[in-house]
């Protein structure tokens, strides 16, 4: 049967052709069937039929053919069950076309797939990679996640280290500010399969903390140019639910860089820098060192976001206000020297913290000097803008002299400090003035004090001579 002339043409995709004999194919495939039976109507000798969607391909439509000219036998293992249950999907291969069909077959061999190892289990999901769609249609993902799940949950290395207070989530530990410290015996594996299957393997939600660890490990794998968008909202959204308790400033902000740069939605970017921005009196000037976008050195539009969060976020106690005062200052202190770096940037990042932030302002001038010397091409309006983020009267007496005497600096600034030094000096003179007069009352409560006690002794001395009396003579 099988040495006659092949009568049926097969083409997959639009380029590989299977020649191959129809009476074999139709007695296991009902869809090859009804087609084969409308191409005859044409009364051609040679049947053709293009399939441009065929799951798995060339090699998957072989494997189907195998098993027709097997008899209905071939051999199943876990790297090729799934291109033969989605092929016996597509081809209607049911018992209601032939007694035991393959698809059949794929279903009772996967009935097995909990007894299966480790290895078989990833190998059978990561052949699913060329038809996620088709794998996912009839199910077959689903059983597959399911296995690994129960894998991973059944392990007791998995169950030890999800448990141990030195894993990722928690505050408290030294790897808590890395993503993907801490990994499971899994995540090297898992790490391997394509992003589409992941994001089907651990659903919209981030599957709890170990698989909100397992994203973070591998979209930093994977590193940077996007194509994992669904995977970095699914990771934002599971360390969110873990925050504040299950990761530091610092963590969290590495998370960002881990998934800022795989399409992370605008919605769970919020949600993040929301976090982020709350407790932004924890970061350093390390943190907030993100690289920019196109020529910018740093992101500063993120810093921006984040000082509005914090400020916005109720009652910030005036300590924390000021550590972050702080901080800023040795912030714009390091992005100054950037050429990129816009007037309306610096001055967003001087000005959104209120001036009760500082007790000082002798930090925002050195790094406005530093701005006006590494922008040379300043106009004299912009560099006037720029001065309007100094308050003059919380300037130094020796600032206030240094920059009335600073020649990037506008006039009209210059005047401002001269005018709030000569204020300062009055203030200083008026508070020494304060002082020596405090300093007099003291001395003068001092010498009353001294007064009253000599008086005291000498009443004392007095009495004593009188009541001794005179001696008497022999």
């Known amino acids: 049967m099988q040495e006659d002339a092949p009568d049926l043409r097969v083409r997959i995709h639009g380029r590989q052709e299977l020649f191959l004999h129809q009476r074999i194919l139709c007695l296991f495939s009902g869809s090859l069937c009804r087609a084969v039976r409308k191409e005859k109507r044409r009364a051609r000798a040679w049947v053709e039929l293009d399939l441009p969607a065929f799951p798995g391909g060339a090699a ?20 090729n069950v799934a291109a033969l249950r989605c092929a016996a999907v597509a081809l209607e291969m049911t018992d209601d076309v032939a007694a035991c069909n393959l698809l059949a077959q794929t279903d009772a061999f996967l009935d097995g797939i909990f007894y299966w190892t480790w290895g078989d289990v990833v190998a059978a999901l990561k052949s699913c990679e060329g038809f996620a769609d088709a794998a996912e ?89 996007g194509g994992c968008g669904g995977l970095a909202d699914a990771a934002a959204r599971g360390v969110a639910m873990a925050a504040p308790a299950g990761f530091s400033c610092r963590g969290l902000f590495r998370v960002l860089r881990v998934v800022a740069g795989q399409g ?39 810093v921006v976001r984040l000082l509005r969060v914090f400020v916005s976020s109720g009652d910030v106690a005036l300590q924390k206000m000021k550590k972050v005062g702080r901080l800023m200052d040795k912030y714009l202190r390091e992005i100054s020297p950037d050429h990129s770096l816009k007037p309306s940037k610096f001055l967003a990042v001087a000005e959104s913290l209120p001036d009760s932030a500082r007790d000082c302002f002798d ?112």
């Open 60 to 79: 998957g439509f072989e494997l189907a053919a195998r098993f027709c000219y097997g008899g209905g036998r071939i051999k199943m293992s876990p790297s």
């Open 264 to 302: 992370l939605s605008k919605g769970c970017r919020a949600e993040l820098e929301g976090l982020i921005g709350s407790a932004l009196d924890q970061a350093t000037l390390d943190d907030l060192l993100v690289s920019g976008h196109d020529d910018a050195v740093y992101d500063v539009s993120l």
């Open 137 to 225: 249609d009839c199910g077959l993902l689903r059983c597959l996640a399911a296995a690994v799940h129960a894998k991973i949950s059944d392990s007791p290395l998995s169950s030890a280290a999800s448990s141990s207070p030195d894993g990722y989530p928690h505050r408290s530990s030294s790897s808590s500010s890395t993503p993907g410290a801490g990994k499971e015996w899994w995540f090297e594996d898992l790490a391997a399969v394509e992003p589409r299957l992941v994001e089907r393997l651990v659903g919209g939600s981030g599957g709890g903390l170990v698989m909100t660890r397992f994203l973070l490990h591998y979209l930093r794998k994977r590193g940077g140019g």
């Open 363 to 474: 930090g925002v001038y050195r790094a406005l000097d530093i701005y006006l010397e590494s922008h040379p091409g300043l106009t004299c309006g912009e560099r006037s803008r720029l001065c309007r983020c100094l308050n003059y009267e919380k300037l130094t007496l020796e600032t206030c002299k240094e920059l009335a005497k600073n020649p990037r600096i506008p006039p009209r600034s210059a005047v401002r400090a001269l005018a709030a030094a000569a204020e300062g000096k009055k203030e200083e003179l008026r508070q020494n003035l304060q002082t020596m007069q405090w300093r007099v009352a003291e001395l003068e409560k001092m010498c009353r004090q001294m007064k009253g006690q000599m008086s005291r002794m000498n009443q004392t001395a007095v009495g004593d001579i009188h009541g001794r009396g005179l001696p008497k003579l022999c």
